[in-house]
């Protein structure tokens, strides 16, 4: 299997970012971590060998960035403004310098967000700010309302970034236009600590006449590895 470290210092965030690329074609798929996870988590926690076979062959490749989490979302020793607009660099990151990367490695017109847990928000937070650049999501067991990590903060950049909070009132056609066109899978579990917020997004989504799916697993432990690894298998 194709393996490849890359590193480089970012301006936009003023300091160096890692990244891993697996696969040489395919579907690429931009992966985020879970909360405070690292670009190789995904391959430490056997996500990738899930999946070793499709890379393999060049039906997937997968792009895993890392994360500033612990200096926006979990940075307790900075005001809430800080957070978001760490938050705000940290997607201007991943447009102008991570999404030329990807169309360098690979000319598939497609592109999905995936991530797990708290990679869950990011994965759908940039999939539906950017619908003309993802073409697709998944993902598994996501969180997708951070308001409680702003400890009753609020400005423009909280509302356009917490999903459950501007696709309610979202109705510009051109988002809609692509929307229709992408496919978005939301998947979680009965006992899964964040079912309540994939119900809660499904529910905007299909008010808002967005075509979707959301999978809910009758299994246990459905917030961790061994399941999402079988989601993993199952949807993308």
Not at 36 to 55: C, K, L, N, P, T
Not at 103 to 122: I, Q
Not at 175 to 194: E, K, P, V
Not at 203 to 212: A, F, L, N, V, W
Request: include cysteine; glycine fraction near 6%; charged fraction near 20%.
């Amino acid at each position: 299997m194709n393996r490849e470290y890359h590193k480089w210092y970012s301006t936009r965030l003023g300091r160096e970012m890692e990244l891993l690329i697996f696969g040489h074609s395919g579907l690429p798929v931009l992966v985020f971590p879970t909360s405070g996870g690292r670009f190789f988590e995904f391959e430490d926690r056997q996500m990738i060998s899930a999946v070793g076979d499709r890379i393999e062959r060049g039906d997937l490749q997968f792009f895993c960035v890392d994360s500033v989490d612990m200096e926006s979302w979990y940075n307790r020793n900075v005001p809430p403004r800080w957070k978001i607009a760490r938050h705000v660099q940290y997607e201007d990151y991943l447009i102008h310098e991570v999404i030329p990367l990807i169309r360098k490695k690979n000319w598939d017109s497609h592109l999905v967000a995936l991530g797990c847990s708290f990679g869950g928000y990011h994965a759908t937070n940039i999939a539906l700010r950017h619908p003309d650049i993802f073409s697709g999501l998944l993902t598994m067991s996501g969180a997708f309302d951070l308001s409680n990590f702003l400890g009753g903060y609020y400005d423009q950049d909280c509302y356009f970034n917490l999903p459950t909070h501007y696709l309610p009132n979202l109705a510009d056609s051109w988002f809609f236009d692509h929307y229709s066109r992408n496919a978005y899978i939301l998947c979680t579990g009965w006992d899964d600590q964040c079912l309540t917020q994939n119900q809660h997004l499904d529910r905007i989504m299909s008010s808002k006449g967005i075509p979707h799916k959301l999978y809910t697993w009758d299994t246990w432990n459905s917030h961790d590895w061994p399941t999402w690894q079988k989601m993993i298998q199952e949807y993308l």
